[in-house]
Nanobody
């Protein structure tokens, strides 16, 4: 299977922006859905956003609507998460995920996962 490698996390002040990227390495494959999840300390993994192969189906968690934008570039095997107007409650480890046959909002449906990247938003 391929590996998903994430980048773009870091420390940012409230109101700032970050752009996360997740790129597949190794053997090329195809996934119907690519998604972002996050997990804050002491909390369960939480859905953030998902996008279908063509970008025709996109879904966001209510907590990030209007602030975050998910996109993908299939030629580069990459999914992005543009995060604007960041809040301290956005602080979490962010994970990318991919599935061949799902655009679900539950983590259990995804086959491939990145290693996670830390996003910390200071007040």
């Amino acid at each position: 299977q391929v590996q998903l490698e994430e980048s773009g996390g870091g420390l940012v002040q409230a109101g700032g922006s970050l752009r996360l990227s997740c790129t597949a390495s190794g053997r090329t494959t195809s996934w119907y859905g690519m998604a972002w999840f996050r997990q804050a300390p002491g909390k369960a993994r939480e859905f953030v956003a998902v996008i279908s192969w063509s970008g025709g189906s996109i879904n966001y968690a209510d907590s990030v609507k209007g602030r975050f934008t998910i996109s993908r570039d299939n030629a580069k095997n990459t999914v992005y998460l543009q995060m604007n107007s960041l809040k301290p409650e956005d602080t979490a480890i962010y994970y990318c995920a991919a599935g061949r046959w799902t655009i679900a909002t539950t983590a259990a449906q995804y086959e491939y996962w990145g290693q996670g990247t830390q996003v910390t938003v200071s007040s």
